[in-house]
């Protein structure tokens, strides 16, 4: 290809909305533009990464015996009503009517459809197992689309179903879509590590994330270096022991608190309650009711883990007013002691389970009770582990601090059991003629997200690196003086011709432009390698290889080809 037949649009600077670097890289090298909030055009340099990262999909799951199908994108409401999705997916669903006043959905994902093609085509144990997968357009309405291709509202993703006779062969299919994915992320160049995940509204009983370490990435993950346990913040759990235990005796004892509304002051003089003494009690609104959470004062909760524990769909907290409606008294004074409705339910982190000798809040505005033994003086409904765990906790496996970092979660893999075969009748005839439900899986990866990834992961002060594996081109050859026929161009030819003839995907930067701006603009796509060709080194009979993240060398012209060759290990 020739720079100047292709459209490269570079910006000198990112749009202002652009907020990370990957976002930005992508938008100043010309690989994408954006269309409205979430919704972008993948230029050709953009589009070729692109297929080049389907191309390492396609392969890697037709490897493990993956079959590709294409399902439609527009989804009848009817199955979701059947999987029980259609409201607890419901925020995220694109909904549309067509001229008949029909509803349609728009895919966010596809369970609903693989399950119900496989509820229809396969019936016999002699057919499974089974694994399809496509790679399509999926379309999400995230209230906040934002980091260009990271939360888009419409985006690509590659998704795949297992269908399996028994639970130890869904385990099986699992585990090769889980070295399936590993293999993927490490032929995009990607440092990926796979982390253990909540189900969220998917459902199902296993599951783990791939992530990319990133410092502007939307999860954390809490992580333990020593043993390897690997947990999204939403899952994680750690070995943090229980509160203490005192001798137990005094009665609850309230006390006045003017104007104290919060753990930090109810631990200052004149009160000095330490806040690990303390049980904070959060008024959340889960599916419209009312419920009480109990964590410790120096706790904070999970809502992810609020809701997977509960099966909440949506869980809030409470407004001023609703609090008050629930226990009357307003936030800073509430407790679960006296006064806690009995249709409301009290949910406790397991942390507090044997904890006396506690503070809290006496649903009173400027009195606190004091003497509390959680056990004795709380009606709790059910215990649950409801904390978010921090840095330097000991691990949940093998007691050595943990650590916490920031990261992009790129692919997700879930056992989801009999779940959706089971609404949707996808069942079998066993050997032994019994009809029973598929045990399923599902396994996505957001593709234009990795595609983001990489830039997010491969960068630096000029622009992007691409891993050779995924670059939009691996070579670009810049000769400086363009006039045709002129020495510099007609070898720029030559190698570019016989680099494509050799399969090298390459580009040649014909455009009549100083030489500063044409390498500025091959470091900021990121080729990974550029050919120079200027009169002077060519006098000498050489032209100057300058790998994108290694210093430049000086090579005979002649060898030139093969120095290629040799670097892109074709
Ligand atoms: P997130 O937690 O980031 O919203 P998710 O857990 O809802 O994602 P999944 O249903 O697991 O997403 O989808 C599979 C993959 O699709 C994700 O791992 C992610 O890489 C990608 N993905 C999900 N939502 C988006 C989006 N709005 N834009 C781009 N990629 C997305
Ligand atoms: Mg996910």
Partial sequence: MKWTQSLIPTLREAPADAEIP???????????????????????????????????????????????????????????????????AGDVLFKLKDSSGRQWFLSPTAEEVITTLAANEINSYR???????????KFRDEIRPRFGLMRAKEFIMKDAYSFDTTDESAMASYQKMFDAHKRIFARCGLQSFPVEADTGVIGGSHSHEFMIPAATGENEVAYCEACGYAANIEKATSGIPKTAAREIGAAIEKFPTPGVVTIEALAKEPYKVAANRQIKTLVYIADSKAILILVRG????????????????????????????????KPGS???????????????????????????????????????????????????????????????????????????????VFKLGTKYSEKLNATFLDADGARKPSVMGCYGIGVTRTLQAIVEQSNDKDGIIWPLAVA??????????????????????????????????????DRDDRP????????????????????????????ELKPRNAPLQAIKAEDAVEAVMKLVGA
């Fill in 22 to 88: 990957s976002h930005q890289l992508l938008l100043r090298a010309g690989l994408i533009r954006k269309l409205a909030g979430g919704v972008y055009t993948f230029l050709p340099l953009g589009l070729r990464s692109l297929r080049k990262i389907e191309r390492i999909i396609r392969e890697e799951m037709d490897r493990a015996g993956a079959l590709e199908v294409a399902m439609p994108a527009l989804q009848p409401p009817e199955i979701w009503e059947a999987s029980g999705r259609a409201q607890t």
């Fill in 127 to 137: 057919q499974l197992p089974k694994n399809f997968y496509q790679i399509s357009v």
């Fill in 298 to 329: 120096d706790d904070q909760l999970n809502e992810t883990k609020l809701m997977a524990r509960t099966g909440a769909v949506a869980a809030r907290p409470a407004t001023a007013d609703e609090c008050f409606a629930t226990l009357g008294a």
């Fill in 334 to 412: 509430l407790g679960a002691v006296a006064n806690v409705p009995a249709d409301v339910k009290v949910f406790a982190d397991e942390r507090l389970r044997g904890a006396n000798d506690m503070t809290t809040g006496a649903n009173e505005d400027g009195f606190h009770l004091k003497n509390v033994s959680i056990e004795r003086d709380i009606k709790v409904t059910q215990w649950f582990d409801l904390r978010t765990v921090s840095a330097g906790e000991p691990c949940v496996k093998c007691a050595k601090p943990l650590k916490i970092r920031r990261a992009i979660e790129v692919g997700h």
């Fill in 472 to 509: 939009p081109y691996t070579v670009c050859i810049t000769p400086l003086g363009v006039a045709p026929g002129s020495p510099a161009m007609t070898l720029a030819e030559k190698i570019y011709t016989e680099l494509t003839a050799r399969g090298v995907d390459v580009i040649l930067d």
């Fill in 516 to 543: 500063g701006v044409k390498f500025k603009d091959a470091d900021l796509v990121g080729f990974p390698l550029r050919i120079s060709i200027g009169e002077k080194s060519l006098a000498k009979g050489e032209v």
